[in-house]
């Protein structure tokens, strides 16, 4: 008799988390390895939300919580996507959860039953089709040409949609791409959706504060409130309040969804950590010029690597509008052999040689549904940014 479940054979360990892993197992060996395969900023807590846990710690706030999260960080919530997006939920209609990725788990779960299909424009996030699998569904994957700004396009929404399509899960700006709709691109998509009305919406909004440019990313209700009472809206503190040990993400959807959501996570987690959702409810409502401050580096750091890849043999890199990503193209590279010998014939060739022989642990794009490219997380120092970007540059020139 099998172990572990039948269900567990729809899905793969996370591909970000294992080359990660690697990396630091290499470090540890005492290798000399840059790694800009993990999605976590490098920027420390700001000093005030950690007061605030340590306050929650010293009053005793140490004790379960309601499943959904206290009153308290679900007002701030609200509030918070009032202000941001002009987006207007009661606080009985946010759910509270241990990061971003349970906030999907708990909507797919809740939801899907066997057949139901969900869209999934690629490059799209590692954990998307595991989970959409995992509850039975059938991830619909939507390649988004490069061309398009790796951007779903209203036609081929329109195109992916069937009788059983039950989700639609839409990220903005993008992991892995950093890609972001403007708000007409949204408004197309909208247009289609409001066509079909028994197809659902996640919007994962987690990356939303961090653009460029004076770029904004807008959220689909904001962009058409007449798909509020369909669409559930997704974010985090992990990203733009640099807080992803805290594991807080939440979600506002109507009631109805949040109650099933509820209804999951009181069987599974319960609530978040009390003292995670003291230092949040400081995050939403305390002082935000550090996300400024964060942003001006970041961008400053995209462009560095933006011109440093683009100079690399066989490579090109498009200029993201936000998060903290670059998906560079290495096709220019494939059906090579590097100076160590391997054939790159794959992009996971590419970076397993690239890690190998230079040091640089980066994530190839098959892992994010969309092979012949990789993606790097600029979330690191400038010094290391730059040191890394030149051993990529050393080893596409090294390629024969």
């Given amino acids: 008799m099998d172990l572990t479940a039948a269900r567990l054979a729809r899905i793969s360990p996370s591909q970000t988390i294992a080359i990660s892993t690697k990396a630091r197992e ?7 390895i840059i790694s800009l395969s993990a999605g976590e900023p490098d920027f420390d807590t700001p000093d005030s939300i950690k007061k605030a846990a340590i306050r929650a710690i010293e009053a005793g706030e140490t004790k379960y919580t309601d499943v959904a999260g206290t009153p308290a960080l679900r007002r701030a919530i609200a509030e918070r996507f009032r202000a941001d997006n002009g987006l207007d939920y009661t606080w009985d209609e946010v759910i509270v959860a241990n990061g971003g990725k349970q906030i999907i788990y708990n909507a797919m779960v809740a939801t899907i039953n066997p057949g139901d299909e969900a869209i999934i424009p690629a490059p799209c996030w590692v954990s998307y089709p595991d989970i959409v699998a995992l509850a039975e569904g059938t991830p619909v994957i939507v390649p988004c040409s490069v061309e398009n700004g790796f951007k779903l396009q209203p036609a081929e929404l329109e195109a992916a949609i069937t009788p059983r399509t039950k989700w639609l899960l839409l990220n903005s700006p993008n992991n892995p791409t950093g890609a972001a709709y403007s708000f007409e691109e949204m408004r197309g998509l909208c247009d289609v959706l409001l066509r079909h009305p028994d197809v659902w919406i996640l919007t ?40 992803t040990g805290w594991r807080i993400g939440y979600s506002a959807a109507p009631v109805q969804m949040t109650r099933a959501m509820n209804k999951l996570q009181g069987q599974s987690t319960s609530g978040p950590g009390s003292v995670s959702q003291a230092a949040a409810v400081e995050a939403l409502t305390g002082p935000q010029d550090f996300i400024g401050t964060m942003v001006s580096t970041y961008q400053a750091r995209r462009d560095l690597v933006v011109g440093m890849l683009n100079e690399a043999k066989g490579l090109n890199c498009p200029v993201p509008e936000g998060a903290f990503y670059v998906f560079p193209s290495l096709v220019g590279c494939l059906g090579k052999t590097s100076a160590g010998g391997t054939l790159i014939d794959t992009d996971e060739a590419f970076v397993t040689a690239l890690l190998d022989e230079e040091g640089v642990a980066a994530v190839h794009g098959s892992a994010f549904m969309f092979a012949g490219h990789f993606r790097i997380s600029y979330a690191t120092d400038t010094v290391s940014l730059k040191e890394a970007c030149l051993r990529i540059q050393r080893f596409c020139a090294a390629l024969r």
Avoid: Q
Avoid at 26 to 32: E, P, S, T, V
Avoid at 223 to 228: F, I, K, Q, S, T
């Fill in 204 to 243: 994962d909004d987690i990356y939303n504060k961090l653009v460029y440019d004076g770029f904004r990313a807008p959220t689909v209700v904001e962009v058409e409130p007449r798909l509020r009472d369909r669409t559930v809206t997704m974010n985090g503190v992990s990203k733009a309040y640099a807080m």
């Fill in 26 to 32: 290499l470090k540890a060996a005492g290798k000399d």
